[in-house]
């Protein structure tokens, strides 16, 4: 038998008996004696996982009462029937709708005001019936209205199938297309673009299909370095086309009329290392994002006619404090969302004028952002803004008087009062004399003297920021005293590119001494104690706490890792599973010596040993096709063999 599974009393946690596996790289020899748990459809890999959610059934028995409560309480924060904001778009309001009781979304629309009658376009409940998942992709709603292209995964590993609705009948196409990433429809109304999915879920190919009756697909573009994916997208003049070739690094975009299906696709600019760009379409013009003036991007434009780097020329140029982070072009205006110190920020562009101003909001740590905005010719902005208290809100802005309006606060029942809590930034010093930036929450009533619990969260990887949202759950947290906290750590572009530059790659370890330096910085502002300390990270971010915690396990007291990417020395050499050859750009190839040396410095599960360590919760799932099973499976495994305290150590899958 390839394994068995030991366990001696109902609390006593199972153990994962090894078994002989090895291999050598660079002049290393490294043991892995649970490598086997990678064999997904073993019965003694299925018997040990189901031991280890037994195990966490049984530890976290004498709390079932509180999460019983826990759960009624945030329940009661919930507004179970709801309905978004509408959307006016060529004639139509689209919208969705939750009903209580139901646990998908009803997504609608209505033809010229809210009083016409309502059309259904997908009701995601009915679809989940005799499924044991359900998740929409993308959706697409052709442009004389009547086509809806849409993607969903019954699964949980994210591989989506397309179909085809016909909205004035509601009936479906006899068309699934599988492993489906992006779709977009052409002017035409009869043609639609596709991108799929190869075995390592990138996107790398681009099809061309019409709904004429035996029309078949045209593949139009294959990206063989697999680096690069593929993305599709419509610019907001809805004119072109839009085909994004992307790496971490590196991008290629090409265009083509939206209303000539079957033209030929212009190349903007050849790729070159280390070049990101991103183009959007008013009038006369493409206009650019791009970092070739500098890493925290500038605004360029070109004329349609000549598109070649040759006739780029700056609008908005490169700026060091101020990340360039998104645009988007309307008839009159157009919106630059920027960063800058951890905050997000809308700058508001007249085009004939060229004269901008930012919106104001009120908060020390909040999260603005572009909403829903369809319509090219609307004189009026949507955005999003929500803070630690303030609820997600959706308004309106007339960008020439400066006002907001309010159309939609997400209502949060249960007494919720915004007043009751406080939100602060502070600052902790980073190893190398960095100040690293901390966004928190906490009831006003809550003892700041060392006594009361709190939460810090992290991420600090692909240059994906962390942002301070409002979170209906987490007010059970904060009425029970404990405070919550987000590191916004190197390797995020909190605070722009560079940000993220110097925590990546040969420079990944600041990531981790940056967290560690924002715990010390809470227990030392006494915001709270080192042993009422509890750490959370998910993904990359589960990565940060393990690593953390080897660096430093006597930083908490309590750790929760979510489907944690752990093994990363046989992760990022496996390049069948879906993410590693792209990610080369981002945590490095083992192949290389300098890098596999760096990697192997940190490698959570490499670098486990003998210490006492929190109490921890490893989360994952059987189907994740980010971070695969095996890893926190492994490192769990791993871990209760070289632990040595008598604090849980739980594996829930």
Same mark, same amino acid.
């Given at each position: ?24 790289? &660079? ?27 037994? &195990? ?25 029937? #709801?309905?978004?904001?509408?959307? =006016? ?87 699934? /297309? ?18 799929? $999915? ?63 299906? $079957? ?62 982070? &998104? ?20 700058? /508001? ?99 700041? #003297? ?18 301070? &949202? ?7 947290? =904060? ?14 572009? #909190? ?103 760096? =990697? ?54």
């Amino acid at each position: 038998m390839a394994a068995r599974i030991q366990a001696q009393s109902a609390t006593t946690p199972p153990v994962a008996l090894k078994r002989a596996h090895s291999f050598t790289l &660079h002049g290393e020899r490294f043991e892995d004696p649970y490598f086997w748990l990678r064999e997904k459809t073993n019965r003694s890999v299925l018997r040990y996982l189901t031991a280890e959610n037994q &195990h966490t059934e049984q530890v976290m028995q004498p709390t079932r009462a509180l999460q019983k409560t826990l759960f009624k309480e945030i329940k009661s924060h919930i507004k179970e029937t #709801d309905l978004s904001v509408p959307a =006016l778009d060529n004639g139509y309001y689209y919208y969705s709708r939750s009903v209580k009781g139901k646990q998908y979304p009803i997504h609608c629309r209505r033809k010229g005001d809210m009083q016409s009658k309502e059309e259904i376009l997908l009701d995601l409940n009915q679809m989940a019936r005799g499924e044991t998942f359900m998740d929409l992709g993308d959706m697409s709603v052709s442009d004389d209205s009547r086509w809806l292209a849409f993607t969903t995964d019954v699964t949980g590993f994210r591989e989506y199938t397309l179909q085809i609705k016909d909205l004035t009948n509601g009936k479906l196409l006899p068309i699934r /297309i599988p492993r489906v990433g992006d779709v977009e429809w052409a002017a035409d109304n009869r043609t639609f673009f596709y991108t799929v $999915e190869d075995s390592a879920k990138r996107s790398y190919q681009l099809y061309r299909k019409r709904l004429d009756a035996g029309s078949k697909a045209s593949l139009v573009y294959e990206e063989k370095d697999e680096r690069f994916t593929l993305g599709v997208d419509r610019t907001r003049s809805r004119a072109f086309l839009v085909l994004e070739v992307e790496s971490h690094t590196t991008t290629e975009a090409r265009v083509l009329p939206a209303g000539d299906p $079957e033209g030929a696709w212009t190349l903007i600019a050849p790729r070159q290392p280390n070049h990101e760009y991103y183009l959007d379409h008013h009038g006369d013009w493409f206009y650019i994002r791009s970092n070739r003036e500098g890493r925290n991007f500038a605004l360029l434009r070109t004329p349609v006619t000549t598109p070649s780097p040759d006739h780029w020329s700056v609008v908005l140029p490169h700026r060091k404090d101020v990340l360039l982070q &998104h645009m988007s072009f309307f008839k009159d205006f157009y919106v630059l969302s920027e960063v800058e110190n951890a905050l997000t920020q809308l700058r /508001i562009v007249n085009l004939k004028s060229g004269a901008s101003h930012r919106i104001a909001f009120p908060e020390q740590a909040f999260l603005a952002y572009v909403h829903s905005n369809p319509s090219f010719e609307t004189p009026l902005l949507r955005y999003g803004y929500e803070s630690f208290t303030t609820p997600s809100s959706v308004f309106d802005y007339d960008w020439k008087k400066k006002t907001s309006v309010r159309l939609k606060q997400t209502e949060v029942p249960g007494g919720f009062d915004a007043s009751n809590y406080v939100t602060e930034r502070i600052e902790a010093t980073a190893a190398d004399g960095r100040n690293v930036p901390i966004s928190l929450v906490r009831r006003k009533d809550a003892p700041k #003297d060392g006594s009361g619990p709190l939460l810090l969260t992290g991420y600090g990887a692909y240059g994906l920021a962390s942002w301070p &949202h409002f979170s209906a759950a987490r007010l059970a947290l =904060l009425d029970r005293g404990a405070g919550f906290a987000i590191a916004h750590i190197r390797g995020g572009s #909190d605070l722009g590119k560079e940000w993220h530059d110097q925590g990546r790659m040969l420079n990944k370890r600041n990531t981790f001494t940056d967290f560690i330096a924002c715990a010390d910085r809470l227990v030392e502002a006494r915001y709270t104690s080192r042993e009422k300390l509890a750490i959370q990270g998910g993904s990359a971010g589960g990565l940060l706490i393990a690593a953390a915690l080897n660096l430093r396990p006597d930083l908490c007291g309590t750790a929760i890792l979510d489907v944690p990417f752990v093994d990363v020395i046989n992760t990022m050499l496996d390049e069948s599973l879906p993410l590693t050859v792209g990610e080369f750009e981002e945590w490095g190839n083992p192949k290389n010596a300098e890098e596999f040396r760096y =990697l192997r410095s940190y490698c959570p599960y490499t670098n486990l040993k003998a210490a006492a360590y929190p109490a921890m919760l490893v989360n994952t799932s059987l189907n994740d096709s980010q971070v695969m099973y095996w890893e926190p499976a492994k490192y769990t495994a791993r871990l209760r063999g070289l632990k040595q305290d008598d604090r849980p150590l739980l594996l829930k899958v």
